[in-house]
């Protein structure tokens, strides 16, 4: 037990404060998504209002993200922390007097979204601060489990939460999450950052801010361990939202199961299986080939999506059908057991790029330039995640779901093989 690097990570007592603080701010966010979608679908009863929450999430990311990433690599990322739990528990008390009014709603999402901002390139990058190098990986895996979980805890607790304490308490229950969050990031004692030869704090004192943003993007374009990272994790989040949109279509049309199950059921295994995948990385492969292991992520990844279509071709085979026969009803395989086992390796595959993909942007980062990185990453994911928002709905209408899962499986494929070619020859 002593040697297992995720038990002592749990150690230490900073970082422990820092994944008790992520673990109350995550889930006040997340529940803060799922509450306002549906007070807003409940008070316009319009698919296009749920749209406009959606979208007040969104801009914020595309316009502010690598400036909130320039602006917090020049302050204390425990001060941020703190600082942008207490203002966005703050920011969503007047929706208690003004929840029925959709337009305050956009503007209070909007304000949140653009204090998260400032929140996310704190978060991931002060973990080089609290732990060891050799502890990174371990560390990593942890702060994933608790992202993914917070995501699973948050979508289950929404309804039960909005219906004890209805629409006008729910916001002070989020406000003293996010409060407690804050009260936690306060406790956090971080070391002092140490330079490495990405360090530019010396460079950059004195230069504008477009010239920095500059800087910055110029070196995560010419750095080649940081724009590969970059490119996994966006891919990975932009994938997760992809999902998200077909997903009814997919439950509906294909599983034959209630659009309202679909969610907690996809979601659950995907949450064990990125839990399993984080425990395996984070205890026993600290020193394996962070590049390997992502390339393994992402071939798994791509055939689990490829898959999904064809549960009900798995189930119709006749080995199927004869084992079928001797087993009690709820274990006959069909196409609902294959999809829990395919959204468990996604999970697992998940966790095989997320925990290596951050790892390497820590490590071949400066304090003074990971949340500029961070930055760019909220920018990645909001710019490319509006073609899946805009465009995937109606392109599932047109070919059909199994036609948009056989093509995204077919791309990550393609791209984890293309890594997989160009690396062997490098």
């Known amino acids: 037990m002593k040697n297992n690097k995720m038990l002592q990570v749990l150690t230490v007592r900073p970082f422990l404060y820092l994944l008790l603080s992520e673990a109350f701010s995550q889930l006040a966010m997340n529940m803060l998504n799922f509450v306002l979608v549906i007070v807003a679908f409940t008070i316009a009863r319009s698919n296009t209002a749920v749209s406009g929450v959606v979208l007040s999430f969104m801009i914020p990311s595309l316009l502010f993200g690598i400036i909130a990433?320039?602006?917090?690599?020049?302050?204390?990322?425990?001060?941020?922390?703190?600082?942008?739990?207490?203002?966005?528990?703050?920011?969503?008390?007047?929706?208690?007097?003004?929840?029925?009014?959709?337009?305050?709603?956009?503007?209070?999402?909007?304000?949140?979204?653009?204090?998260?901002?400032?929140?996310?390139?704190?978060?991931?990058?002060?973990?080089?601060?609290?732990?060891?190098?050799?502890?990174?990986?371990?560390?990593?895996?942890?702060?994933g489990m608790g992202i993914y979980g917070s995501i699973f805890v948050a979508y289950a607790l929404s309804g039960p939460v909005l219906l004890i304490f209805g629409r006008t308490n729910v916001f002070f229950v989020l406000g003293l999450l996010f409060l407690i969050g804050a009260f936690f990031a306060s406790l956090i004692k971080a070391k002092e950052p140490e330079k490495n030869i990405l360090s530019t704090k010396d460079v950059?004192?004195?230069?504008?801010?477009?010239?920095?943003?500059?800087?910055?993007?110029?070196?995560?374009?010419?750095?080649?361990?940081?724009?590969?990272?970059?490119?996994?994790?966006?891919?990975?989040?932009?994938?997760?939202?992809?999902?998200?949109v077909i997903g009814p279509g997919?439950?509906?049309?294909?599983?034959?199961?209630?659009v309202e199950d679909f969610p907690f059921l996809f979601v659950t295994p995907a949450v064990i299986g990125m839990a399993l995948g984080a425990v395996i990385l984070g205890s026993f492969f600290h020193n394996a080939s962070k590049e390997k292991i992502t390339k393994i992520g992402l071939v798994l990844l791509g055939f689990s999506i490829l898959l999904l279509p064809y549960g009900s071709r798995v189930e119709s085979r006749a080995i199927v059908q004869a084992i079928n026969m001797y087993l009690p009803y709820f274990l006959k395989v069909n196409v609902f057991h294959i999809m829990i086992v395919l959204a468990f390796i996604m999970g697992v595959a998940n966790a095989l790029v997320f925990v290596p993909a951050n790892t390497i942007l820590q490590e071949e980062t400066?304090?003074?330039?990971?949340?500029?990185?961070?930055?760019?990453?909220?920018?990645?994911?909001?710019?490319?995640?509006?073609?899946?928002?805009?465009?995937?709905?109606?392109?599932?209408?047109?070919?059909?779901?199994?036609?948009?899962l056989r093509g995204i499986g077919i791309v990550v494929l393609v791209i984890a093989g293309f890594r997989i070619i160009y690396s062997r020859g490098k």
Not at 216 to 226: D, E, G, L, P, Y
């Open 250 to 258: 997919y439950a509906q049309h294909i599983l034959k199961i209630r």
């Open 69 to 143: 990433g320039v602006i917090v690599d020049k302050k204390n990322k425990k001060n941020v922390l703190f600082m942008t739990n207490i203002l966005r528990g703050l920011c969503i008390l007047p929706l208690v007097f003004l929840h029925t009014n959709i337009f305050v709603i956009y503007i209070i999402t909007f304000a949140v979204a653009f204090i998260t901002q400032f929140f996310i390139p704190a978060e991931t990058p002060i973990i080089p601060l609290l732990v060891k190098k050799d502890q990174l990986m371990s560390a990593n895996a942890l702060f």
């Open 366 to 404: 400066s304090d003074e330039f990971r949340g500029k990185v961070y930055g760019a990453l909220s920018t990645l994911v909001g710019l490319f995640s509006l073609l899946p928002i805009i465009v995937v709905g109606s392109l599932a209408d047109l070919v059909g779901i199994k036609g948009v």
């Open 204 to 244: 950059i004192e004195n230069i504008s801010l477009a010239n920095e943003i500059k800087l910055a993007v110029s070196i995560m374009v010419k750095t080649k361990a940081i724009y590969r990272a970059l490119f996994l994790l966006t891919l990975a989040q932009v994938i997760i939202l992809t999902l998200a």
